[in-house]
């Protein structure tokens, strides 16, 4: 997704003045919601080979949580995502009436589990609330699933559960896999045995300050950090600890209220690493009717979420900075070999020149054609405020460049202004 149409004008003027009769292609971002128009939430994230899987659930009321299905989405890139659909259904389950909450996919010897929490059709314990944890399962990321059991995992009569068997998260850790769950204020977990959707001993009881609901555990270094739903509205805080059951030490805040553009008194993360990066995925209520529509009588967008994403950073002791939420989202991850359009503006047939990644830190830069002529090739390189950092003018159509880190501009033209071309750089 690119940035806005004004950025665009603005730096497509700011790149003509500066370098030239260019066309200027503005760096590339994922953009936030990820998946408008469609309604998401409560996002789970896997990442399997090359790609980066997104399990959401599908936002369908207006003034209580209504939830029926779930979708998959995919990128390799964290720009360009792919939406393969409704993969899964609270009656996928037969032994489920319908109504969903938040989801979480797991993989264990080459296959995939989807622990589901759902309304049952004939349990429900005194003074709870009927949801129970399913496992679905699949060869694929995409499916299909199918039930796993036939019955469930987790109910109202499970032994030291609690009023709300939702928002379940798994994780293999050492070899052994543990289901957390958690809501209003408490949470649990259990080993499983090495199938996957049998339990492993007796229902523990998880202290965390603050908790609320949404546990998830990632591992960095020697640390796991414990991340949750806390309060309510909520915000997203963390504990660390030097195992996965702990003991954890509260560490603060992550992510703040969500109370823009209008509130959601959810607060349900993902956190990821990604081909070398870290992500934090939430929801937000950018799509809901109080945010869009001027008539709405209220500015709550609880019912009505979105999936986002930002990036997650560490500072130097290990603890996690605080998410910087954004309409931009995350920028494109490179590919060694970047490929863009340069315009033949003669026949106006697109001609792609190469941008290849060296073993001496450098960059190839080739037009098409052999250059034959000795065309002089203009290469500058520019921030993403349009400051020029480096022009080199070169009569060679292999030449080497030097990039600087973080986002910029690269423009490359010909002598002849046969080519001439602005491309993103990360």
Not at 33 to 39: C, D
Not at 48 to 59: I, K, P, Q
Not at 291 to 312: F, P, Q, W
Not at 361 to 376: D, F, H, Q, V
Request: with cysteine; glycine share 8%; proline share 4%.
């Amino acid at each position: 997704m690119f940035l806005t149409k004004k950025y665009c004008y603005i730096f497509a003027f700011l790149l003509l003045t500066l370098f030239g009769d260019v066309i200027s292609v503005a760096a590339q971002t994922s953009g936030n919601p990820l998946f408008a128009p469609l309604l998401t939430a409560d996002a789970s994230a896997l990442v399997y080979r090359d790609t980066l899987y997104v399990f959401t659930g599908h936002d369908e009321g207006t003034t209580s949580f209504v939830m029926n299905s779930w979708y998959i989405f995919s990128t390799t890139d964290m720009v360009h995502w792919t939406n393969h659909g409704v993969k899964l259904r609270a009656r996928d389950f037969s032994w489920s009436s319908g109504q969903a909450f938040a989801g979480h996919v797991a993989e264990q010897n080459g296959k995939f589990y989807w622990y589901c929490p759902v309304l049952h059709k004939t349990i429900k314990g005194t003074g709870k609330e009927g949801f129970a944890i399913g496992v679905a399962v699949a060869n694929h990321p995409l499916g299909p699933y199918t039930d796993a059991i036939g019955s469930v995992l987790i109910t109202d009569n499970t032994p030291n559960c609690i009023t709300l068997n939702i928002d379940p998260f798994v994780t293999v850790d050492n070899g052994t896999p543990y289901l957390y769950w958690g809501s209003w204020n408490a949470c649990r977990y259990v080993k499983l045995k090495p199938s996957m959707i049998q339990l492993d001993g007796s229902v523990q009881t998880v202290t965390l300050q603050g908790f609320f609901e949404a546990p998830w555990i990632h591992k960095r270094n020697n640390t796991y950090y414990f991340s949750y739903a806390s309060g309510y509205p909520s915000t997203t805080a963390y504990s660390t600890g030097p195992s996965i059951t702990g003991p954890w030490t509260y560490k603060g805040v992550i992510n703040d209220k969500i109370e823009t553009p209008v509130i959601s008194e959810t607060n349900h993360q993902a956190i990821i690493e990604f081909k070398g990066n870290w992500y934090f995925i939430y929801h937000n209520t950018a799509l809901s009717k109080a945010a869009t529509d001027n008539t709405a009588a209220t500015n709550n967008g609880t019912y009505e979420r979105s999936v986002c994403i930002d990036k997650l950073e560490y500072n130097g002791d290990g603890s996690i900075k605080k998410v910087v939420r954004t309409t931009t989202g995350v920028p494109i991850i490179p590919t060694t070999s970047v490929q863009a359009n340069l315009i033949n503006y003669h026949n106006n047939a697109k001609q792609p020149f190469s941008l290849q990644a060296l073993t001496n830190g450098k960059y190839a830069i080739k037009l098409p054609g052999n250059n034959s002529n000795n065309n002089t090739l203009k290469i500058s390189v520019y921030s993403i405020n349009g400051v020029l950092l480096e022009k080199i003018v070169t009569t060679t159509n292999n030449h080497e460049v030097s990039l600087p880190s973080g986002t910029h501009i690269l423009c490359v033209s010909d002598g002849t202004v046969r080519y001439s071309q602005c491309v993103n750089f990360f």
